[in-house]
Nanobody, 122 residues
């Protein structure tokens, strides 16, 4: 059984940066795609970014150019560097893994972590 643990969230002013981590224990990511999603209060969980085992990356339009996803297969960890943060980026950020080609669809993901809170003040 695999567990994913997110970390790195916090409170930052607008324009600031954070680096989130998603560490897997129990089983490696292998050839699965790892994705980041976020959920703001009263809103649906939405796709943010994903990275294939080949290191191909995908981003939501709202974060393109500001967020960068990367993975370290040796450490079984996926990172997301978030720059130029905006108040609308405030949410709980989750990571999960999928073997599906539908990398932006949250229904295709499994082994969700508990989430890490990101709060951006204006």
């Amino acid at each position: 059984q695999r567990q994913l643990v997110e970390s790195g969230g916090g409170l930052v002013p607008a324009g600031g940066s954070l680096r989130l981590s998603c560490a897997a224990s129990g089983r490696t990511f292998g050839t699965e795609t790892v994705g980041w999603f976020r959920q703001a209060p009263g809103k649906e969980r939405e796709f943010v970014a994903a990275i294939r085992w080949t290191r191909s990356t995908y981003y939501a339009d709202s974060v393109k150019g500001r967020f960068t996803i990367s993975r370290d297969n040796a450490k079984n960890t996926v990172y997301m560097q978030m720059n130029s943060l905006k108040p609308e980026d405030t949410a709980v950020y989750y990571c999960a893994a999928t073997a599906s080609v539908l990398v932006t669809s949250k229904s295709q993901y499994r082994d969700w972590g508990q989430g890490t809170q990101v709060t951006v003040s204006s």
